[in-house]
């Protein structure tokens, strides 16, 4: 257990940095909201706070500055000329409602784990199990009088059994989860190579690994990996291109930020269907 110094600072604007948007597109699944609009949560072993007031978004950290916190939502790039999409009206409309969305540069072992996890689950589920896994497994952090869990790295998991993760209630992944440890610890595969490497060569790695198929491989790449072209496909997504694309449309058509368009058109989809449906 271990108590750190919380310090404070101004992260970025509202127009650069949406919360909401940013926390809620489907890319993450360790930061939370409590009443106040406050986001709390994890990353690379450091816990946050995050809020937005008269314009500007802060943050609260154990972090000895805000460098590390820059890097992790990307805001050292400029996303109004990275959105300029040629994608037709459809997508237009998801950039414009999008905006304020930062594709995070999660810890590539956190992110493949986590998406491991996030097969044929829905959201609140899979922040259940993941939350659990840091429970079990990570190293406790006391933040602002209350308790954390860092991510466990893959030397802690790789020598565990399905029956060990039997209280994630993780079901068919707790094996996929183990032997995607055994792979890092064993040297089978290099997460932190995967980030220069070139996407296809990214992806091809990735997809040697027991249970990743295309779409976690995607999610891994683009959220973990930093290859914008990391287009991943998944109902919302599907359902968004198929009725608004032409048929023979190619994520590749987007460009070298195509997994940007992705979380815009993600984003767009759902909260746009969820809104429909409440009205219903």
Not at 132 to 139: H, M, P, R, S, V
Request: glycine share 8%.
């Amino acid at each position: 257990m271990e108590n750190r110094e919380i310090n404070t600072y101004r992260l970025a604007s509202e127009s650069e940095l949406d919360i909401i948007k940013t926390f809620e597109c489907g890319q993450c699944f360790r930061w939370n909201r409590d009443q106040q609009g406050i986001y709390s949560g994890v990353a690379m072993g450091r816990a946050a706070r995050l809020w937005s007031d008269g314009g500007e978004v802060y943050i609260s950290t154990d972090a000895p500055s805000a460098e590390m916190w820059l890097d992790y939502f990307d805001l050292r790039r400029d996303y109004s000329e990275m959105s300029r999409f040629d994608g037709g009206e459809y997508l237009d409309k998801c950039v414009e409602y999008g905006m304020g969305i930062r594709i995070l540069n999660q810890e590539p072992w956190e992110a493949l784990c986590s998406f491991i996890i996030s097969q044929c689950n829905n959201i609140t589920r899979i922040k259940g199990i993941v939350e659990k896994l840091c429970e079990l497994f990570g190293d406790e952090i006391v933040f602002g009088g209350q308790k954390y869990y860092s991510f466990p790295k893959p030397e802690r998991l790789a020598s565990l059994s399905s029956d060990d993760l039997a209280p994630l209630r993780s079901g068919y992944r707790a094996p996929y989860i183990i032997k995607a440890a055994q792979a890092i610890v064993n040297g089978d595969i290099d997460l932190e190579s995967l980030i220069n490497c070139s996407y296809s060569e990214a992806k091809k790695a990735l997809l040697s690994l027991t249970g990743v198929g295309e779409k976690v491989a995607n999610c891994v790449a683009l959220f973990g990996l930093r290859h914008m072209e990391g287009f991943p496909v998944d109902v919302w997504i599907k359902r968004a291109l198929k009725e608004n694309f032409p048929p023979d449309f190619k994520p590749e058509s987007l460009g070298e930020y195509a997994g940007l368009a992705q979380q815009y058109i993600f984003y767009y989809a759902r909260e746009n269907k969820e809104h429909a449906a409440a009205k219903v």
